[in-house]
């Protein structure tokens, strides 16, 4: 997955959330884990918001807690919620109708091709939840992990 993904964001701020479970945290300090800007935090989480993944508190205190029990919320359900999808065939879309059949028969088998895995990719994703991905998370930090920003919190 790039790193520069919003379900890369979303996953690494999420697994920062089940690890503070209960916990109210500011963008800024979601920002600084992922090495962004909050206003890039704030939009993907206002994607998870509306799915009911995560809220936000307005205000001085305010900030983003996780809304769903971690255990019961997949990777699929982060993906779906983000709006995310594989691509489709190359140089395909409305804006650029194939006008050939070798093309047309090209995009089929590629689209064909890519539901697919998109399908076996959902299938796995939906078995890995939020508190398995936590507690993958806190299984391989090391006692001197640290993010970059002095704002952000110690990691557990």
């Known amino acids: 997955m790039k790193r520069d993904s919003r379900l890369s964001l979303a996953l690494h701020i999420l697994g920062h959330m089940g690890a503070r479970p209960g916990e109210v945290l500011q963008s800024e300090t979601l920002a600084a884990f992922h090495t962004t800007h909050p206003v890039v935090v704030r939009r993907t989480l206002g994607l998870l918001r509306a799915a009911g993944i995560v809220a936000s508190t307005r205000g001085h205190a305010g900030g983003w807690r996780l809304a769903a029990d971690p255990a019961k919320v997949s990777i699929a359900d982060v993906y779906r919620a983000l709006g ?39 299938s796995r994703l939906s078995q890995v939840s939020l508190a398995d991905l936590s507690g993958s998370f806190a299984e391989g930090l090391s006692a001197t992990h640290e993010h970059s920003s002095p704002a952000a919190p110690p990691v557990l």
């Open 84 to 122: 995310e999808h594989l691509d489709p065939a190359p140089g395909a879309g409305p804006d650029n109708p194939p006008t050939c059949a070798i093309e047309r028969a090209l995009h089929r088998t590629w689209d064909d091709a890519v539901s697919l895995a998109e399908t076996a990719l959902l």
